[in-house]
């Protein structure tokens, strides 16, 4: 057993504020509120029940602990849900549940003044759950003996078992950053400048983009993952863009340019078709829709990036980390 904290004591106390400000104002939300906080206290004790995942439970001759799950999760379907311990699974559930409070109180007119520090608390949740994507995903591809797979399921153990927020730290205000300044810094497709070196050239992005641009931009794998991130097309969508560009002898078109030279439904950009819906959650389910796509390429030995953005980053970082 171990004891998983249901909220840290910053979100405590925005909870209790939000709490207090609808005991005034709308008392039936305020009581809805107290509900769902209640829920999510007791599934966090229910995880906190469940077997740890370094307790040997004497079934086997090998004998259970954090090192032989590693093992396991590096050989076995770890993107599999039925291979997944059930204090992961229900951790995760646990920690989607937690979003879905917080995106509550974001919906509630009312507590407008509290908007920022909410919206903190969501975008940490949900770079949570993208860190733990991002390492499933990492582990997925690996043999077992990298440095960084080492690295990826020791992070991931930590989670799982605590439901702590990892390294999310490391990588999300970077990704967020260029998601949310994407549009401005590369307006067009089919530019003769290539995206990494309009990127270079931008005084807009940390110190962090450009050492990764200068050091991996050269990587025909990282500039196709860039590409998608930019612009929310698959390399499959955009190397068909190409071809139609160069037949109708277009240099450059616009994101809504491509689209339609491309008959695009909407629901076919990578990052979905609500435009008025979170920034956040249209970089996380793009990443998603992207590590599908790369993993499908990897299995089957197709072209195209074989690892997201997000994975190219986070690797470089841990490599920088480890030099």
């Known amino acids: 057993m171990s004891k998983i904290i249901a909220f840290s004591s910053s979100e405590q106390s925005l909870l209790d504020q939000c709490r207090s400000h609808l005991a005034l ?9 107290r509900t769902k906080i209640e829920d999510l206290e007791l599934l966090a004790s229910i995880v906190g029940r469940s077997s740890s995942l370094a307790s040997d439970l004497g079934l086997t001759q090998q004998g259970r602990s954090l090192g032989t799950l590693a093992q396991k999760l590096t050989n076995q379907g770890i993107e599999e849900v039925v291979n997944l311990p059930v204090k992961a699974s229900l951790g ?36 949570t759950l993208m860190a733990e994507d991002l390492y499933i995903s990492i582990i997925a591809e690996s043999n077992g003996g990298e440095p960084w797979a080492q690295q990826a399921t020791a992070e991931l153990l930590h989670m799982w078992e605590a439901r702590g927020n990892a390294q999310a730290e490391l990588f999300a205000p970077a990704l967020k950053q260029l998601w949310e300044v994407r549009h401005s810094l590369v307006p067009v497709l089919g530019t003769l400048m290539g995206t990494v070196e309009l990127l ?25 993952a860039l ?11 955009l190397a068909s863009l190409q071809k139609t560009m160069e037949e109708k ?41 992207r590590n599908d796509l790369a993993r499908l390429r990897r299995d089957t030995d197709r072209i195209g990036p074989h690892r997201t953005l997000e994975q190219q980053l986070l690797l470089f970082l841990w490599n920088e980390g480890m030099s």
């Open 227 to 237: 590409n998608e991130f930019l612009f929310s097309l698959s390399y499959e969508q």
């Open 92 to 127: 995760r559930s646990f920690t989607v549940a937690k979003l879905h409070l917080f995106g509550f109180l974001l919906k509630i007119p009312s507590l407008s003044s509290f908007c920022p520090q909410i919206l903190d608390c969501y975008h940490a949740i949900l770079f």
């Open 249 to 289: 002898g277009l240099k450059t078109v616009s994101r809504e340019q491509a689209n339609s030279l491309l008959t695009l439904h909407p629901d076919h950009s990578l990052e979905g078709s609500d435009e008025h819906e979170l920034s956040a959650i249209r970089l996380y389910r793009s990443f998603l829709r």
């Open 25 to 33: 104002h709308h008392p039936p939300l305020a009581t809805l509120l």
């Open 200 to 224: 270079q050239l931008s005084l807009r992005l940390p110190a962090r983009w450009s050492e990764f641009l200068t050091l991996r931009g050269h990587d025909i794998q990282v500039v196709h």
